[in-house]
C-alpha cells in the first residue's frame, strides 16, 4: 500500500488514495476465503509498497546490508535496510520520505504540512510540472515517452524532481550513512532523466566527501520490486514457520517452493 501501514496490518492513513483506518489484512480475508477453501487459512499480511520494494532488492536484488532504497508510484517512499534488515521503527511507520520537507514554507500537502518532497517529486506534482495534469494511464510510461522523445516540459519536470529528491536523500544519507541510494518503483524507470540532478544535489550536501557516483545506483529488479516483495515475503515467512502448511507425509500437503 502507498501509505502508513502498521505492525497490526492496519493502513492507517494512504493519503493519496483517500483511505483511513482500514484494516487492510481483515478486508482481505473473505476475499481469499471466496477464492477457495484450500485458501482460507493461509496468512494475510499487508505492507508499505517501498519497504517490500526495499526487501525485494535486499533478497532477490543482491542490495547491500545498508542502503536507502527511494520510490514512487502512487505516493513517495522509501525502505531504509540497516544491516540487512528493514528499520520499521517503533510502530512500523518508518520511511515516509515523501514527507520529508524540501521547501518548509512550500506548497500544501495533502498530509497536511507544507513543501514535502512528494509535492515536488510525486505523481501529481511531476505530471503538473510537464503540463500533463489529468492524463491517464501509466504516468511513468508517459513521462519516459516525452522525455524520451526530447520534450522539453517532460525534461524539466524530472530534472526538479530529482533536484527536490536529491535534497531530500542527501539529509537521509547524512543521517544514516547508507552504503548505497537505490532508486526503485517509478523512479526505476525515470533513472536517465533523474540521475543527473540527482548525483548534482547528493555530491554538493553530503557531508562525508567525495560523495561516490557509484553509490547511487537504480533498483535490480526495476519497477517490479514492491509485487516480488509481496510475494518473496509471504514464502520465506511459511518457510520460516510452515504451521499447518507443512507436509505431513510423502506426497501429502504443501511441499515449499524447494
Ligand atoms: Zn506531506
Known amino acids: 500500500m502507498p501509505g502508513l501501514v502498521g505492525a497490526d496490518g492496519v493502513l492507517q492513513r494512504a493519503a493519496n488514495l483517500g483511505w483511513q483506518d482500514v484494516p487492510l489484512a481483515a478486508e482481505l480475508r473473505p476475499a481469499l476465503r471466496a477464492a477457495g477453501d484450500d ?5 494475510v ?4 509498497e517501498a519497504n517490500l ?5 535486499r533478497w532477490l536484488g543482491a542490495g547491500p546490508e545498508d542502503f536507502l532504497y527511494v520510490s514512487a508510484e502512487a505516493g513517495v517512499g522509501a ?7 528493514l528499520l520499521r521503527g517503533a510502530r512500523g511507520y518508518a520511511g515516509e520520505f515523501g514527507h520529508v520537507p524540501v521547501h518548509p514554507d512550500g506548497l500544501r500537502c495533502a498530509c497536511g504540512a507544507r513543501g514535502c518532497l512528494e509535492q515536488y517529486a510525486g ?20 513521462l519516459a515517452e516525452r522525455a524520451t522523445a526530447g520534450d522539453t516540459a517532460a525534461r524539466m519536470a524530472l530534472a526538479g524532481a530529482a533536484r527536490a529528491l536529491g535534497i531530500a536523500a ?33 555530491a554538493a550536501r553530503v557531508t562525508v566527501r567525495p560523495w561516490a557516483e557509484e553509490r547511487l545506483t537504480v533498483a535490480r529488479l526495476g519497477r517490479r520490486g514492491p509485487l516480488l516483495g509481496a510475494a ?11 504451521g499447518p502448511l507443512a507436509a505431513p507425509g510423502p506426497g501429502e500437503g504443501w511441499t515449499g517452493p524447494g
Do not use: Q, S
Not at 499480511?45 to 508499505?48: E, L, R
Not at 520494494?53 to 532488492?57: D, F, R, S, V
Not at 501529481?124 to 510510461?141: P, S
Open 170 to 202: 542527501a539529509g537521509a544519507v547524512n543521517l544514516l550513512d547508507p552504503a548505497e541510494v537505490v532508486l526503485g518503483g517509478g523512479y526505476a524507470e525515470l533513472a536517465p532523466w533523474l540521475l543527473p540532478a540527482l548525483r548534482a544535489e547528493l
Open 53 to 57: 520494494g526495499g526487501l525485494a532488492e
Open 39 to 43: 485458501l482460507a487459512e493461509l496468512p
Open 45 to 48: 499480511g499487508a505492507d508499505n
Open 232 to 242: 518473496v515475503g509471504v514464502v520465506r515467512a511459511i518457510v520460516a514457520d510452515p
Open 123 to 142: 505523481e501529481a506534482a511531476v505530471l503538473r510540472a510537464a503540463r500533463l495534469t489529468g492524463a491517464r494511464g501509466d504516468w511513468v510510461a508517459l
Open 79 to 85: 525502505a531504509i535496510v540497516v544491516g540487512g534488515r
